[in-house]
């Protein structure tokens, strides 16, 4: 099951469950500035349990990169998975 999330005030593009397990997905064209990097990962980082949380975006270079325990990937290696 895939729905939009909502988390206080703030809106969590995707979440899906499937068997007890859920991951979270904020999706963005390209993180060209801190303000895109804060609202994208902001939103995942108010979200407190251990399940995977990712931002897709078209990025080369900073795809499949960490920040704080959230996953940057690109849209590709997301659809691959």
Request: aromatic share 12%; glycine share 6%; hydrophobic share 40%.
């Amino acid at each position: 099951m895939v729905f939009v999330g909502q988390l206080a005030h703030k809106e969590i593009d995707f979440m899906a469950e499937k068997d007890g397990e859920r991951i979270y997905i904020q999706v963005a064209y390209m993180l060209t500035d801190q303000n895109t990097i804060n609202r994208e990962f902001g939103n995942l980082l108010s979200i407190d349990d251990q399940y995977p949380k990712y931002v897709v975006t078209m990025d080369e270079i900073s795809a499949g990169s960490d920040y704080k325990g959230i996953r940057q990937i690109h849209l590709r290696d997301f659809l691959m998975m």
